[in-house]
């Protein structure tokens, strides 16, 4: 059993910048070893769509969608956190912005592929606007 715990959405302005933050907690340890731990963010009336994404061994990272270019995920091991810094946001940004994990790694497209995570968290709103 995997938590995701999101945090740091908010109102900004666009242009802004936010940066989220995702806490996995687990009974086990060393389970996001060998996962992929992903931002996805749905927008009202709009399907849930990837952002970001990066192996929790590795470090290796894929973006896809309109935040491409405008965000950067990390994570802290010591502290089962990953990060997704956004800057110039903008109005269109605005969603509910959430946290995934996967199992496994995953290659090419199917970082993209929701069916492909196990565990979400509760989601975060992020609101752009002036």
């Known amino acids: 059993q995997v938590q995701l715990i999101e945090s740091g959405g908010g109102v900004v302005q666009p242009g802004g910048s936010l940066r989220l933050s995702c806490a996995a907690s687990?009974?086990?340890?060393?389970?996001?070893?060998?996962?992929?731990m992903a931002w996805f963010r749905q927008a009202p009336g709009l399907e849930r769509e990837f952002v970001a994404g990066i192996q929790w061994n590795g470090g290796a990272t894929d973006y896809n969608g309109p935040l491409k270019g405008r965000s950067t995920i990390s994570r802290d091991n010591a502290k089962n956190t990953v990060y997704l810094q956004m800057n110039s946001l903008k109005p269109e940004d605005t969603a509910v912005y959430y946290c995934a994990r996967s199992p496994r790694v995953l290659y090419g497209s199917h970082w993209y592929t929701r069916d492909n995570y196990d565990y979400w968290g509760q989601g975060t709103q992020v609101t752009v606007s002036s």
């Open positions: 687990s009974a086990s340890q060393g389970t996001l070893s060998g996962s992929i």
